[in-house]
């Protein structure tokens, strides 16, 4: 048993207007470093309150929120992050894996080069994740 981390990136194109599942990602290395950038302890005093758990958007997707349901009651540091957050985050977390020679996660890497292109693209995008036991 460990934990799991469940990862979605969610699209809002203008003509819509709401918040839409792009791409699910299942997180099936387990990086506690990841896991720990992503819910704001990491270790580093000050830690910006952009990175801290900020809960279930209000907005978020039906897809995504019926998944969150699914989850059942043991999920926790639910949270979302835009493009420019997530940036952010994997400044950290590649500082920290660096430090500590870990191996690269290229999960997170195609979630930042898939974000990044959406951005170029003037799409607007978010991560929404939550860690279960």
């Given at each position: 048993?460990?934990?799991?981390?469940?990862?979605?990136?969610e699209?809002?194109?203008e003509?819509?207007?709401?918040?839409?599942?792009?791409?699910?990602f299942?997180n099936?290395?387990?990086?506690?470093?990841?896991?720990?950038?992503?819910?704001?302890?990491d270790?580093?005093?000050?830690?910006p309150?952009?990175l801290?758990?900020?809960?279930?958007?209000?907005?978020?997707?039906?897809?995504?929120?019926?998944?969150?349901?699914?989850?059942?009651p043991?999920?926790?540091s639910t949270?979302w992050?835009?493009?420019?957050?997530?940036?952010?985050?994997?400044?950290?977390?590649?500082?920290?894996?660096?430090?500590?020679?870990?191996?690269?996660?290229?999960?997170?890497?195609?979630?930042?080069?898939?974000?990044?292109r959406?951005?170029?693209?003037?799409?607007?995008?978010?991560?929404?994740?939550w860690?279960?036991?």
């Open positions: 048993m460990g934990i799991d981390m469940y990862v979605f990136i699209v809002k194109y003509r819509a207007g709401e918040w839409e599942l792009f791409a699910p299942l099936s290395r387990k990086d506690h470093l990841l896991f720990n950038v992503l819910r704001g302890e270790g580093e005093c000050n830690y309150s952009e801290k758990p900020r809960g279930l958007p209000k907005d978020v997707s039906f897809r995504v929120n019926r998944k969150y349901d699914l989850a059942g043991d999920h926790y949270s992050m835009s493009f420019q957050d997530l940036e952010l985050a994997y400044g950290r977390y590649e500082k920290r894996r660096k430090e500590e020679n870990g191996k690269r996660n290229f999960e997170l890497e195609g979630m930042m080069g898939l974000m990044e959406l951005d170029k693209l003037q799409i607007e995008t978010r991560l929404v994740y860690f279960s036991y």
